[in-house]
């Protein structure tokens, strides 16, 4: 348990850095209910690891998946 | 609230659109904004449109709406949950084991958060003619916030719902469900390889994950070969 939670603690720092250096602040994001998010905002509820946070660390994750596995290419060369 | 779960729901179906649009937050606004090219093409096609605003944004009224009338396409822009599409305000509007039987035979399109884990394809069980699109993961899209007043100019939202309105509009160009959800994947194709290939901007990769995000998401159940 300690291990997986030091692991999360990582992905969070790494999500967050990425968000925090690479985010324009006009940028907003709309996931789940509640209106938008903006960068700060983001940064806060991955911090916090709230559902959001937790929603959003799940979307990085899931791309980064799908680009090291080579789904993604294949994806996106059906076009 | 009366439970229409058990009953059984007749009436003759038309060709014709209700579409949600609640409008009480960016996000919504947006949702709501953006549902103006399926309205237009509705009315190029002239289907009768059923525009739900505001106060009957609730289970109540929404299921009232959807008895009264048999319109086949409904598109559902609203938050949601893995079993529930919300309203104005938040209000529930559709929740599995309440009013869901009311979607049945009908063409659903929910662009909501999850909806399509548990409302789609439960509300689709025995259906003969319906079909659900929806996500079985948030949708999500991101939006520049300069242009809040001018949606239309914002090309950041347009990379999510442009693609997602193609739900509904191909439907209503006389395309099978199955055929519009899958023209609305090759369209969400289409734009990550126009962000891959076009000006690299620091944010990219964000939107190729929200993107990604969405077309894994997208799901379909019911008879896929339903058309309007």
């Keep these: ?41 983001m940064i806060e509820h991955v911090r916090k690891g709230d559902e959001k946070g937790k929603q959003i660390i799940k979307m990085h994750m899931n791309f980064i998946k799908a680009v090291t596995s080579g789904e993604f290419i294949k994806e996106i060369n059906k076009v | ?79 949601g949950s893995h079993d529930s599409v919300f309203g104005y305000k938040n209000n529930l509007i559709v929740k599995l084991g309440k009013n869901d039987r009311l979607l049945k035979e009908r063409l659903v399109y929910a662009r909501s958060c999850n909806a399509g884990t548990e409302l789609g394809p439960n509300c689709m069980e025995g259906s003969k003619d319906g079909c659900f699109i929806g996500y079985d993961v948030p949708f999500i899209f991101y939006m520049d916030s300069e242009w809040t007043t001018k949606p239309h100019n914002d090309k950041v939202a347009k990379l999510f719902l442009e693609p997602s309105n193609l739900i509904p509009v191909s439907i209503i160009k006389g395309n099978s469900a199955i055929e519009s959800h899958n023209n609305a994947k090759d ?35 019911g008879n896929a070969e339903s058309k309007l």
């Design chain 2, 1 to 79: 609230m009366v439970n229409l779960s058990k009953r059984s729901i007749r009436f003759k179906m038309q060709n014709g659109l209700i579409i949600t649009c609640p409008e009480h937050d960016d996000a919504t606004a947006y949702l709501t904004f953006f549902s103006k090219e399926i309205t237009d093409g509705a009315e190029k096609r002239s289907l009768k449109i059923k525009k739900v605003t505001k106060k009957e944004l609730n289970i109540c009224s929404f299921s009232k709406i959807l008895t009264k009338l048999g319109y086949r396409l409904v598109v559902l822009n609203g938050h």
């Design chain 1, 1 to 41: 348990m300690k291990e997986e939670s030091e692991i999360n603690d990582e992905i969070k720092k790494l999500v967050i850095a990425r968000i925090d250096a690479r985010m324009p602040p006009n940028i907003k994001i709309s996931i789940g209910g509640g209106g938008s998010l903006s960068k700060e905002e």
């Design chain 2, 187 to 221: 369209q969400m194709l289409k734009m990550m390889n126009n962000l891959i290939k076009g000006e690299q901007k620091q944010e990219t990769p964000f939107y190729l994950e929200a993107l990604w995000n969405n077309y894994q998401g997208q799901v379909i159940y």
